[in-house]
């Protein structure tokens, strides 16, 4: 790399604009993917939970960022079972909200509270960050759209509903600061 030119990396830069203009299908690939198994024990698999927490955020009146958020939050599940959820932040974060991927990046820990205490761990475990100005969306999120949302008998909409939602997200500019809005914490739901 370091013997590269400017003209070569223009062309790279060039050469790049397709492949980043198809991050949603590679996306709604691997949520298909996850369509096709479950992890043992659960009763849905891993895209159905998705759609579900995703149906779930439109219900309650949800922006377009928290619904895209909930859809992906278990994303890293297949390459990251022990940090899926640094992981699935790390794929929406160029394109959401600041506190969206904040959620999405340390809903695991807030998730501890339903079922650590069974494991000999400590439930509490996300009170570290109680100063934190997401800590109550993320709460909330957990509560509202993802423990919530293994219910095989839940009216789940398809991926074909989110799929406009999920592209329109990934074709934002990447890190745009109107986007980001860094530091804005957004509430949940319109209502």
């Known amino acids: 790399m370091k013997d590269g030119t400017a003209e070569d990396y223009a062309l790279l830069h060039e050469l790049e604009k397709p492949y980043l203009a198809l991050t949603a299908d590679r996306v709604l690939d691997e949520l298909r993917r996850q369509g096709d198994a479950t992890l043992e024990g659960y009763r849905i698999t891993r895209m159905t939970h998705g759609l579900q927490s995703a149906t779930r955020a439109e219900r309650d009146g949800a922006d377009i960022d928290w619904i895209v958020g909930a859809l992906l939050h278990d994303i890293g599940d297949g390459l990251a079972p022990q940090n ?72 789940t909409l398809p991926l074909e509903h989110f799929e406009p939602m999920l592209r329109e997200v990934f074709a934002r500019k990447a890190y745009d600061p109107d986007v980001i809005r860094e530091g804005y914490v957004s509430p949940l739901t319109a209502g």
Do not use: K, T
């Open 84 to 155: 899926h959820d640094r992981f699935s932040a790390e794929v929406i974060r160029a394109f959401v909200r600041w506190d969206v991927a904040w959620v999405v990046e340390h809903h695991g820990i807030f998730q501890m509270l339903y079922y650590a205490h069974h494991y000999g761990w400590d439930r509490n475990a996300r009170d570290r960050f109680r100063d934190h100005p997401c800590f109550d969306s993320c709460a909330e999120f957990c509560e509202r759209w993802d423990q919530s949302s293994f219910d095989p008998d839940y009216d």
